[in-house]
């Protein structure tokens, strides 16, 4: 909305775009900014007034997505490759995936500096265009380049895509703007240039500018109850010809090209009338509100027409058509064979551009089609529609594709198709915590598969079967069926039965305390890296997590932080939230509270609630507040022992019956009530890291007496059990593992390694350990003993943490734990604990009452 030549009330914003760009122009690093507001909030009138304001080196790039049923992959730099054909058109020409295009776009960026862009209405993005966001928003700070990305926030739920994106992308370069209806003083200043009463104008628009527009666009003085009203009647004032071009253009989302307009006329008055506008390559609606209302008033039949019109105008040219767009006007047209021969295509574009999600609905798309199609061929979609759930944590959905196929495989006698259905399903029915439904489909696959005329499926299955032993640990069969599928897979050529079993084999012995695995597992990522197998390469750094927590190899920590950005280049949502939650405990495991904090609370509330992830981040929770004192560990570890009922796999329980064992210890509660069945299982596994960590948690918590196992230990642990405590403290220190250096000197015999496990749990702020063996000291008459606050706590008589002193500051502010948040780029959830540790430790029970007390002790911010 204009008055005067300006945009009304959107000055501030105006010059807060100018800053990023200035920021960009002087070689300060790069700005995001991420611009919403409801829908007609006047968000493109902003970005295109800036656009032509702002003295760039280079063209502003400008591309949207689609408002498709299923939008393009990579939507809106198709819409940019075809007016620019610089280095984002030559990378979309070879087919780049996100990260590749991500990549290219920051070096140009970096050659030629001044890079503009604009990525407009992201509530409607595609998975891959999400990704590349993702990826340039993380590095931003360093490319000298200006993003400017919009979007509907009152379409941006909790569920949706963008909205976990939004809540990933923190830091000084990422700038957020809202633009908020025009008050009633901006409304009445328009109204009145237009003879217009400003008050009724602005009850009825709510002062959305798209509506306010729509009004004054009218001339019989009447204020429409809906925008509905307002475009229909504005579009009434048009002749028949020019309706019939509006009528065409609604259906062709985001724009119409002129080949496509089956007219012969009234397009000139369209574009005269202000509701149509010229874009590059076409033309299209001046606001995608009116275009949806437009395609809404259409009756039915009269809707199918047009997308007949345009399905047969695209067929055409079948060499041109972009195969997401094609098939959405085949569905709408109900053209069933031409869906079925595109919606494939589709998927397959979808798919090698990363957008997996999108690639799912389009097979969903293809099977709305398939009742005709033979069984085979309806298996086909199936299963190619469960992979590409299975890749994007739809696991539920995965899961029942791949049923469906079983069955059509079945009702033909396809025996070996049965068989290869299973073995994948076996997989699918793990990932869904269905661990005895695994263990039966992957028998069942063996069965039928164990024939002369399948060798490669077979290979699969054997792969699969060893994935199975794996995942509840018996050494013998991963092994075994490991090696067989190897061969096989060698001798079919089947890189990716080679890189699976690899990844088995190199896990079960680095979980079995046999370091030799690990040269499987980097053979198995080179592999699967070398063949483009994303998803064997999420998988090696989720089990480089998974093993290396187990046994404390911390030299491979590396993995860790390469797999989260992996798995994100990759979108491989689900795997970065399993390397996630494992770099928690590695984070716990070296006494970095802080950090284990915000890996474990971004799994729990960004990814999917799978029972495992859960687990696994809520056993790291609360162990932090269990270790810290800080806090209740019991709620997050009586739901994380809840969620492994049922479970007979040690990944599933060891970390939440080693960690409530701890937390009992620690509260003084008796331990072997925790321990006992995970004892009994983990003997069984042989699995000797868990027996080493329950036996030393028995120990301390006053049990000497330890069932016979028969299996040998490994270190630190015999060594501490045999009771060389110091030389157990010694190896933990090499693994970087300061806590448990400090909990094998508390089960010391005397005072020396006592004192020096004090000393540990002091400097690591873990006060109820230092409380217990305070308590041992004192109980053999030991009177100097330090109180020894954390070396970051001394200089407060509180004794408050770094991070607690920072977060009192900003109580003291009168700031709310959501705005605490916002500042320290911290979860609520982690300020609320912040909070309620300053809150006890100056011994109030109230923030205003915290602020009185830090100001009468003298403690700052």
């Known amino acids: 909305m204009t008055a005067g030549g300006g945009l009304l009330e959107r000055a501030g914003h105006l010059e807060a775009l100018h800053r990023a760009h200035a920021t960009v122009r002087d070689g300060h690093g790069g700005v995001l900014v991420l611009l919403g507001g409801e829908a007609g909030g006047g968000k493109t009138a902003l970005v295109r007034r800036f656009r032509a304001e702002c003295r760039s080196s280079r063209p502003v790039l400008w591309g949207g997505c689609d408002p498709l049923f299923t939008p393009r992959p990579l939507g809106p730099f198709l819409e940019i490759a075809q007016d620019d054909h610089g280095t984002i058109g030559q990378l979309i020409d070879r087919g780049a995936k996100p990260y590749d295009l991500a990549t290219g776009i920051i070096r140009d960026a970096r050659e030629n500096p001044g890079l503009v862009c604009v990525l407009e209405d992201l509530h409607w993005a595609d998975e891959a265009t999400l990704d590349v966001l993702s990826l340039l928003g993380r590095r931003i700070g360093t490319v000298p380049a200006l993003l400017i990305a919009t979007y509907r926030s009152d379409e941006v739920g909790r569920g949706h895509p963008l909205s976990r994106l939004l809540g990933e992308l923190q830091g000084e370069a990422i700038h957020r703007m809202g633009v908020e209806p025009l008050s009633a003083e901006a409304v009445g200043a328009l109204a009145a240039s237009h003879g217009r009463d400003g008050a009724a104008l602005h009850r009825a628009t709510c002062g959305n500018p798209f509506f306010v527009t729509e009004v004054l666009a009218r001339d019989d003085g009447d204020v429409p109850l809906t925008v509905r009203d307002a475009v229909l009647a504005r579009a009434a004032r048009l002749s028949p010809e020019a309706a019939v071009v509006l009528d065409a253009v609604s259906v062709t989302p985001p724009y119409a090209e002129l080949r496509l307009l089956d007219v012969t006329g009234g397009l000139d008055e369209a574009l005269r009338s202000g509701m149509l506008e010229s874009v590059p390559g076409g033309v299209a609606f001046r606001h995608e509100l009116a275009r949806i209302t437009v395609e809404e008033s259409l009756a039915p039949h009269r809707r199918r027409e047009l997308h007949r019109g345009v399905l047969r105008a695209l067929l055409a040219e079948p060499e041109k058509a972009d195969p997401s767009r094609l098939v959405h006007h085949a569905e709408a047209a109900g053209d069933t064979a031409v869906v079925l021969a595109w919606a494939p295509r589709a998927a397959e574009q979808a798919a090698a551009s990363g957008a997996h999600r999108e690639a799912a609905a389009q097979y969903a798309r293809a099977l709305r089609f398939a009742t005709g199609l033979d069984p085979a061929a309806r298996a086909d979609l ?51 915590g269905y661990t005895e439904g695994t263990i039966e489909a992957g028998r069942e696959a063996l069965r039928l598969l164990d024939t002369p005329g399948a060798g490669a499926e077979l290979a699969v299955a054997y792969t699969n079967q060893s994935a199975v032993a794996l995942n509840i640990e018996e050494y013998a069969d991963t092994m075994a069926m490991g090696t067989r599928a190897v061969r096989l897979g060698e001798r079919h050529d089947l890189p990716e039965v080679v890189v699976h079993s690899l990844n088995n084999m190199g896990t079960m012995q680095l979980l079995a305390g046999e370091p030799e695995g690990i040269g499987k597992l980097e053979r198995s990522l080179a592999l699967a890296e070398r063949e483009g197998l994303e998803e064997h390469v999420g998988r090696a750094y989720i089990h480089a997590g998974w093993a290396m927590t187990r046994v404390r190899s911390y030299h491979l920590s590396s993995w860790l932080d390469r797999g989260v950005i992996a798995c994100a280049d990759l979108g491989l949502e689900a795997w970065k939230h399993y390397v996630l939650a494992y770099r928690a405990r590695y984070h716990l495991d070296l006494g970095r509270w802080e950090q284990a904090v915000a890996d474990a609370e971004e799994v729990l509330r960004d990814a999917k609630p799978v029972p495992l992830l859960r687990t696994l981040a809520l056993s790291v929770l609360g162990l932090v507040r269990a270790r810290r004192g800080d806090g209740d560990p019991w709620p997050a570890l009586d739901e994380a022992l809840a969620l492994t009922v049922g479970r007979v796999e040690l990944q599933y329980l060891a970390p939440v019956v080693t960690a409530r064992a701890e937390a009992a210890w620690l509260a003084g509660a008796p331990v072997a009530g925790e321990i006992a069945a995970t004892w009994e299982l983990a003997s069984r596994r042989g699995a000797v890291w868990v027996l080493g960590e329950l036996a030393w948690l028995r120990r301390l918590a006053g049990d000497p007496s330890l069932p016979e196992t028969g299996i040998k230990l490994l270190e630190p642990y015999a060594c501490q059990l045999a009771g ?36 540990g749990f002091q400097r690591l702020g873990a006060r109820p350990a230092a409380a217990i063996v305070t308590r041992r000291l004192r109980s053999r008459g030991v009177r100097d003993i330090p109180r020894g606050p954390q070396r970051w706590t001394r200089g407060n008589p509180a004794e408050l943490t770094r991070r607690e002193v920072e977060v009192l500051g900003l109580v003291q502010q009168g700031l709310s734990n959501v705005e605490i948040a916002e500042r320290l780029f911290l979860s609520t959830k982690t300020v609320h604990h912040h909070v309620s540790a300053i809150l006890r430790k100056l011994g109030v029970a109230r923030r205003g009452q915290a602020a009185a007390e830090a100001a009468r002790r003298g403690l700052t911010s």
């Open 724 to 759: 060389d405590v110091t030389g157990a403290a010694e190896r933990w220190h090499k693994r970087d593992c300061g806590y448990d250096a400090a909990l094998a000197l508390a089960g010391g015999p005397d005072e020396a390694s006592l004192r020096a496990a004090l000393d």
């Open 382 to 432: 199936l299963e190619r529609r469960s992979y590409e759930c299975y890749l994007t944590e739809q696991t539920q959905e995965s899961i029942e594709a791949l049923q469906a196929a079983i069955r059509e495989r079945r009702q033909v006698g396809d025996r070996i198709g049965e068989g290869t259905a299973l073995s994948h399903l076996s997989r699918r029915l793990w990932c869904g």
